[in-house]
């Protein structure tokens, strides 16, 4: 392009940029079908990126109501996509340049370049938690009870903890009754990686599955077989619990009966979305605050701002579903075979060869997940900002 094409294109972008900043859910294209208002000169200030205001532009179609949205748009626009990806990706614009990155449509960007961009803006929105003091739950305790220590699967652990906590039990202690929670082979994994991710793994899916079936092993936190014959050995046996459901509910409950408590519902945590999203945003938050800190929010922040998705369980990746039964199997027979109690069928670790199962993460769901989790972060970000 010559220079006032070159000034035409930028003077065009950046009234797009304006447009979307008042909350405009147009397209690059639908915008260039409109009356081109007086060039807009400023020097030469870099243009936002496509990715970036592809991003904006979602926003206010997935929230009209976000308060302040042109502070928000503003704060997208001027942050970079962490890691690798495309790189200065132009705008459609008729003298293109015959060189360098080709123009894309922005609306037509693929969902790992917006993702790239959420967990930037997600990164800014976060950092300023770290400032703040995190409350101190109190809990009764009442000494009658029996202790108890829970093992396994983390995340149904921290419901069932959680939920035994505010009955007033004691976790650990001298005469501690031992569980081992756990459930589907490919749940087991799942909430392996949710809790690898919150721990400040930048972790994939199905890097997961390729690490324990090169090495023939299952992780330790969710070998279940493993976990409790060592507690056996080290304890006395007739003290160790394996408890196999497939819903936390039903696991708090035959905890619960162990222990001489009531149970209750509990609510299932599905955080697929949230997880592959997660996975993104901690190494940027982490270089910002430090991983101390960077724990900290998670462990504070992320489950209130990334809650609620509706989405299947995930399944083995296909190229190792194989080993998946293989070792389902294995574990089954280990527990079946155990001299300490267990409530539920060993047979539900056997992941089974269903059709129509996901077998990762869908980069457009995750996506759609991002645009909620962004619009609720801002909103905790402008409460604290005057």
């Known amino acids: 392009m010559d220079p006032q094409d070159e000034a035409a294109y930028a003077g065009r972008v950046r009234a797009w940029a304006d447009h979307l900043r008042d909350g405009s859910r147009q397209t690059w294209t639908e915008f260039l079908g409109t009356p081109a208002a007086p060039a807009d000169d400023r020097g030469g200030a870099p243009l936002p990126g496509a990715a970036q205001l592809e991003l904006v532009r979602r926003l206010a179609d997935a929230d009209a109501d976000l308060p302040r949205f042109a502070d928000l748009a503003d704060l997208v626009l001027t942050t970079a996509g962490p890691g690798r990806g495309l790189v200065d990706t132009p705008l459609p614009w008729p003298?293109?340049?015959?060189?360098?990155?080709p123009p894309v449509e922005p609306d037509r960007l693929p969902a790992e370049e917006l993702l790239r961009a959420s967990a930037g803006v997600?990164?800014?929105?976060?950092?300023?938690?770290?400032?703040?003091?995190?409350?101190?739950?109190?809990?009764?305790?009442?000494?009658w009870r029996r202790g108890f220590t829970l093992l396994g699967a983390p995340t149904t652990v921290e419901l069932v903890r959680t939920a035994l906590l505010e009955r007033g039990l004691r976790e650990g202690g001298a005469r501690t009754t031992w569980f081992v929670l756990g459930g589907p082979l490919e749940d087991l994994m799942a909430q392996r990686w949710s809790a690898r991710v919150r721990a400040g793994?930048?972790?994939?899916?199905?890097?997961?599955?390729?690490?324990?079936?090169?090495?023939?092993?299952?992780?330790?936190g969710i070998a279940l077989a493993s976990i409790a014959q060592h507690v056996a050995d080290e304890?006395?046996?007739?003290?160790?619990?394996?408890?196999?459901?497939d819903d936390p509910t039903?696991?708090?409950?035959?905890?619960?009966?162990?222990?001489?408590v009531p149970g209750g519902p509990l609510e299932p945590r599905a955080d697929v979305l949230?997880?592959?999203?997660?996975?993104?945003v901690n190494p940027v938050l982490g270089l910002a605050i430090g991983d101390v800190a960077r724990r900290h929010v998670v462990d504070r922040v992320w489950p209130q701002i990334s809650a609620g998705e509706q989405t299947a369980p995930l399944g083995a990746p296909l190229a190792h579903l194989d080993w998946a039964i293989a070792a389902g199997e294995r574990m089954a027979g280990a527990l079946s075979s155990a001299r300490y109690a267990v409530h539920g069928d060993p047979a539900i670790v056997v992941p089974t060869r269903r059709a129509g199962v996901r077998r990762a993460p869908d980069p457009d769901d995750v996506l759609a997940h991002a645009l909620v989790v962004v619009g609720r972060a801002w909103r905790r970000y402008t409460e604290r900002q005057p």
Do not use: K
């Open 95 to 101: 003298s293109s340049r015959a060189v360098g990155t």
């Open 122 to 143: 997600l990164a800014r929105l976060l950092a300023p938690e770290a400032d703040l003091a995190p409350p101190r739950p109190s809990r009764p305790w009442r000494p």
């Open 201 to 220: 793994a930048g972790l994939r899916w199905q890097r997961l599955w390729r690490t324990s079936a090169t090495n023939d092993r299952l992780p330790p």
């Open 235 to 245: 304890f006395d046996p007739s003290r160790v619990h394996v408890v196999l459901t």
């Open 250 to 260: 039903t696991t708090l409950a035959r905890v619960s009966e162990v222990l001489g």
């Open 274 to 280: 949230a997880t592959d999203l997660l996975r993104r």
